[in-house]
Structure formats: C-alpha cells, structure tokens
C-alpha cells in the first residue's frame, strides 16, 4: 500500500446557516479545499462523501451525484460514493477515501462530509440522531441519545468518583479553545458554574453537556505522499486509518464506561504509527456529550481509566498542553454538523501542523490523533496524522 | 494491486417478504454466503453494506453495526461499513469491498445489500424513489421515474424507430427467465399482449413494463485470488470493476437515450479485463424499465445505438444466445429491492458460471458482465467476472 497524505482543506463556518443549502455548504468547503490543493477538476479522480441522513433531513438520498453535479464536475464522469456510519459518516468516508488512494485505484481524491440539521424541528432532528441507535431493541422504548449518555455519565461518576465539575471542565476548555476560531458555531466563553447551572437535559448532563446541532461541511484532498509536494509544502501525511466497531446497543456491553471500539481502533492506529499515546500533540475527540470527552481520554489511552476527570480538574488538555485536546472547540463549541465532524476534526489538525489555527495554534506540534464516534460507540474512527519534515 | 475472486454467495427469496424484517432478510442471505464460503466468523476482516433508504424506510441509520450485531459478529469488532448509491448502493458497496481488498488491507470482506420496500405504502415509496433524482430540480415540480423513463422511451422510439413491442418483449424474456429461478419476485410467464393491454403508468410505458417494489438481500464473500482456492474449488475472478457517473437532472443530458455513464464505466471494465463486449457471455443489465434494458443493450456496446429493439424482436438475448442477458429475471421479475440489486446481479453471474443457475443455466459460460445503475444514470456501476479455469 501507497503512502497517503493531505494536500488541501477547506470548511465552512458551523452554525445555523438557515441562509444556505446543504448543496451550498457542501460546494463552499469543497472549493476552498480546491483552491487550497491548488488542483483543477481535471486533477480529481474521485469524490467521497460522509452524510448521515440526507434522506431524512432534506429528502434526498444518493447525494453524490448531486453535490458532484452542483460543483460543476459532473461533466468529467468522475466516481463519486456516499457512506453512511451515523455521526461518523464523514470520519468513515476518509477512510475509504484513504484505502482508495492507498491501493493505487486513485491518486487525488476529495472527501467531503456535510450535514444541515437546523432546517428541521428539534423533534424531527432528535428522532434522526436516535436513529443511528438500535431502534428495535432500544430506541422503540422511548430512550434518547442524551439518556443513554446521563446513564453512562452515573455509571462513571460512581465507579471512578468522577466529579460532576469535570465534565462541566470538559465544557468550558471546549468553548475556551472555540473563542479562537472564526469558524465555531459557539465563541463564547463560559463558567463550570453555568455548567452546572444550565436546564437539565437527562441528569447529570445539562444544556451545556450537550453539543449542539449544527450546520456545516468540512473538505479536504488526499494524494500518494510521493506527488504530494507538487501540490504543497505542507503535506500531512496520514500515519494510520483504523475502524472499529461494537454493539449497535449499549445493554450488550462488557462495560458502558468503555467504548470497546475507541480501544481496539486506537491500539491498531498506535500499532500502525509506530507510536504511543504520550507522543501526541493534539487530539480531536468525541465531546458530544461532556462525559464522552472523559471516556474518550481514557479509552484513546492518554491516561489510566478513571483518571481524565481528575487530570481535566488539574487544568490539562487546554492549548499548549500535550496532547492539546479539542483545539477546534471540538464537537460541543465548534460544532456537530454530524456528517461534517470526522473531517473537520481533520481539517484542524492539519491547520494546527501547518500553522493555521489562528490564536489556537500550538507550536511545535507535529503530532494529532482524530476520533470519530457513530452511534454510541457503535463504531470509532481513528486517524494519527504527522507533519512530514 | 491484487487479484481479488468471489468465493461463496447467498441471497433470500425476492419478493413480498411481510414477516421477515430488514434484520431478518440481511442476517439470511449474509449466513448463507458464510457458508458457501465455508469461512467462520474469525476469518472475515470486514463487512460492507449497500443499502438506498433504511433511515425512510425503516427509520434506520447506522445499520452497519445493527447487521453486524444481529448476526453475533459484534464481539469481533470488525469494521462494518455501509455505502448509498441510490438503486446502485449494492454495486458500490461492492467496488469498495473490491478495492479494500485489491489494496491489500484486507483478506476476506463480506458484501452484503438489501432493502425492504414492501412495508411502507406506494406512496410512500414512490417519493423514496424520487429522492435519488434531484429533488431541487426535478423531483419537486413533480417528476416521477417512471414519467422520466416515459420521456426517454418517446424520444428513443421517435429517433430510432423503436417498436413498442421491442419493450414489450424484454418483459416477455425476463419473465420467461425469471420463471426458471425460485429466488424470483416473479415466476409467471407473461406474453407481449398482456404488456400491451397492461394498465398505463406513463404512456407509452404499461405496469408490465415496469420493475416490482420488492424486498430481498444478497451477500457476496470476496478473497485474494491467490488463497481463494484455500476456500473453493470454483473461485470466480473480478477482471474489472468500475464506476462512472453523470448528472442527477436529466434535462442537462447531451441526450436522453444515452447513458454516458453506462458508456464511460463499460468502456473502462473492458479495457481492464481486456475484452470486447463480443465476448460476454452473461450480462445482467438494468432493466427496471423495460426501455432501460434497450438502452442498456446500446450503452454497453452490445449493439450499436438504435439496433437493440429489433435485436429483441428477433428473439436475442435469451438463455443460451451469446450473451444471454437477464438470466435471473433481471429486476423486471427477479425483483428490485434497491440495495441489494446490484449484489443479486452478481450472485447470478456466479451461479451461472458454477453451473448453479437451475434449469436457466447457459453451458459453457465463462465471463459475465454487471451492469447497475442508480438514478436515472446518474452512476453506473460495471463489475466484469469470470470463471478462473
């Protein structure tokens, strides 16, 4: 297999964007990522797409035909594939992207991920979110995402005596780091007490637990390392892609405090990288739920089980600190365009190691480590991406 | 890259599947190919999904992980991925699977598709259907398929002369095939006067001429060439696999009569597999109208454009004729259950070439050709197969 690594990206900002399309949204971040590959049309073998339930939300399935013929490509007949995998759909699509590019099938190819949740009630959405958890065995009985995640959360606070102030911890370095970027869906700063004050969602988990419904699409380009440089000075080069999966629902598991498939996915990517997690820089991880960020910690292995919350209380994780986690304001300030998420997590780490992160960027980094979760840790996506000096 | 062969196939009856559900039907036919394959659980390294509309039809997504846990492979954590390609999500799936395991990552993969249509109202599927057009530009001032496929057939018989007993008869052969196949949607025998007198669905088109809603699923198990024959003595060979695509709108075509994804993606697989459509024996091609097959016939260069009405109406085509083409059914009467198309085209293609094809079964076959299409040849998918002596 090909050596592969990223010569371009582009995003939009993540948001309500009530005055754009998901076509729209989906072309901005593709162009930009274009322009910043500097390739043409006739450059790009292929398209991949992560999308989690455009057939839902805007009543259109078999999307990648369309977003190819709305940039302006379809004149050039080029392959174009859709995958879905929950909120990890744009994290699984790179995947495939990178495996493609890897066996020799195709040197450039673009990979877009893209969701526009506000266009629908809150109802209608969080029906569509449920529908990525087993709808017979456990969605049918009336349990939601947020509930799911408030039973883990007092699993956890119990066997581990994580502090309900760590989660809230969890909150606000997230939307700490988001008041640096341009393009967060939140950036403001807030307070572990407004944490802990905010409306109750499922308890322990309030308002601000939760990260929000966005809109918003993420792109970025991927080529054989070896033609890389023509394109860029800067090309990241993707250390390891890794794909794990678990139980679509939670009462299976071993242990809901640990996400199975975050563990096996990570040690694979280690393995693959020939690194170990104290040699990352930055991590983008799962927060959509305050508690998943403290889960995640653990479970990617950056500390012993049991122990994030504490070290989170200590004042880790924020920009500087090794590994710097969620820079982006990860998905609780930066945004949760569910499709969009695996790439944007990709697309700011390879503008923290190309010097592009604005007010956020941490020098020296060369390392970042991305995780995508779809489900309920039904599947974990990870990515190491390295600088190539 | 590498050599990569079929090695065990499975499917379920198609057709009015009420009391089995979508679980049901995928955990079936992915049983069946396990064991014709006779592998165990511990030698897949991935499962690949194609499906078109589970989040619509059975407010499903994420359905990776579901299939996965259904069939007690969950605690081997393997990655599950699902791809949605419109009516061609089976197609691609297997071109992913194809090229994950060309690339050399990995060994054994298991492509699954499948889709329960039966269980929504017509209505209801009718406007899923549509959501595989595009919806801002067509579907919405209210277009369906089948008046689009209508437009198509018009323009073909004013420009080429076509007879509408030439559409006629590509119903009569699929169902005279498909009477030979118990997985069959339809096992009647039809004559070209009951398509004729069939109730108009869009003029010149009759309900005769028009594929089935139907439900069903169909699995494939793809190995390396090189240890396929640790697994079976008769592996079958993927010489090509290719994708092509177009516009979702059909008013932007050059012409509406030709697919010039279907062109592009046939052209490809022949150069790959080196050989010109004169040498196919098998061809399952789409005819979810009965003017698709016509077209298809033309696009794939198996006649030239204009002369394959006439081909049929000198009776071409049918089991035993070089090649003979639909000897499943084809989606006219083996059924179209969306996701799993494109796997069951495939599955017959194998069952021929193993001298499985029941009474159907053409002597001597060696190379057979796949031919799906999502949208209304937004993307065509081409798979070239063939038998390894």
Chains 1, 2 share one sequence.
Request: charged share 20%; net charge negative.
């Amino acid at each position: 297999m090909r050596e592969v690594a990223i010569i371009g990206i582009g995003e939009t900002k993540f948001g309500e964007l009530w005055d754009r399309s998901f076509r729209d949204i989906g072309i901005e971040a593709g162009l930009k990522a274009i322009n910043d590959a500097k390739i043409t049309s006739n450059d790009i073998n292929a398209l991949y797409i992560g999308t989690m339930a455009s057939g839902s939300l805007i009543k259109q399935e078999h999307v990648s035909p369309i977003l190819l013929d709305y940039a302006g490509l379809s004149s050039d007949h080029i392959p174009s594939i859709r995958i879905e995998a929950g909120e990890a759909s744009g994290a699984l699509a790179f995947h495939q992207a990178y495996l493609a590019v890897a066996s020799g099938y195709y040197n450039i190819v673009v990979v877009g991920g893209a969701e526009k949740l506000t266009d629908v009630s809150e109802d209608v959405a969080r029906d569509i979110t449920s529908s990525t958890s087993d709808q017979e065995w456990e969605t049918f009985f009336g349990v939601t995402q947020a509930s799911q995640y408030a039973l883990i959360a007092n699993k956890h606070m119990n066997t581990y005596n994580t502090k309900r102030e760590a989660m809230a911890e969890v909150a606000v370095k997230n939307h700490y780091h988001g008041s640096m970027n341009s393009t967060a869906h939140f950036q403001n700063k807030i307070t572990v007490e407004a944490v802990l004050k905010s409306p109750p969602v499922s308890t322990p988990l309030g308002m601000l637990d939760c990260a929000p419904l966005s809109d918003g699409a993420a792109t970025v380009i991927l080529a054989p390392l070896d033609i890389a440089r023509k394109f860029t000075d800067t090309p990241i080069k993707i250390q390891a892609s890794t794909i794990s999966t678990d139980t679509a629902t939670l009462f299976h598991r071993r242990d809901i405090c640990t996400f199975d498939s975050t563990i096996l996915a990570s040690k694979k990517a280690y393995d693959l990288a020939g690194i170990g997690s104290s040699q990352l820089d930055l991590v983008e991880l799962n927060d959509n739920y305050t508690i998943s960020e403290i889960i995640a910690i653990e479970d990617l292995n950056i500390t012993k089980k049991g122990e994030a919350g504490k070290e989170l209380l200590n004042g880790r994780y924020r920009i500087g600190d090794k590994p710097s986690i969620n820079t982006s304001g990860g998905l609780k300030a930066h945004g949760q365009p569910y499709g969009a998420v695996g790439i944007a997590q990709i697309v700011e780490i390879v503008k923290q190691l190309t010097g592009r992160a604005e007010k956020r960027t941490v020098n020296g980094a060369e390392i970042g480590l991305t995780h995508t979760i779809g489900g309920i840790g039904s599947v974990s996506v990870i990515n190491i991406l390295k600088r190539v000096n």
